[in-house]
């Protein structure tokens, strides 16, 4: 059955750095846009970075220069690395894998930023 395997989340101090990965199993992630999103409480879920067609990154502007998305096919797995994080960059976040077919989304992971 397909699925995503979220992890990485936690709490960290402002101006630290957390890893969010997602570990696809059952489909093949190469074949896929991606994409990672973030909701914070009582927020809608924004789109936060995505590779699309295998182009450049684009990133929301609040996290551009702090957030690298990227994949290791060898692996399965995708991966949002997020640098320099704020307070406002608590929320939980949600991985996202999409072509003309299917979507299918990972768990989500709560990050909290706080001193």
């Known amino acids: 059955q397909e699925h995503f395997v979220e992890s990485g989340g936690g709490l960290v101090q402002p101006g630290g750095s957390l890893k969010l990965s997602c570990a696809a199993s059952?489909?093949?992630?190469?074949?896929?846009?991606i994409r990672w999103y973030r909701q914070a409480p009582g927020k809608e879920r924004d789109e936060v970075a995505s590779?699309?067609?295998?182009?450049?990154?684009i990133y929301t502007e609040s996290v551009k220069g702090r957030f690298t998305i990227f994949v290791d096919n060898a692996k399965n797995t995708m991966f949002l690395q997020m640098n320099k994080l704020k307070p406002e960059d608590t929320a939980a976040y949600y991985c996202?894998?999409?072509?003309?077919?299917?979507?299918?989304w990972g768990q989500g992971t709560q990050v909290t930023v706080s001193s």
């Open positions: 996202n894998a999409v072509n003309y077919a299917m979507s299918y």
């Open positions: 059952g489909f093949t992630l190469s074949y896929f846009n």
């Open positions: 590779i699309t067609n295998g182009e450049e990154p």
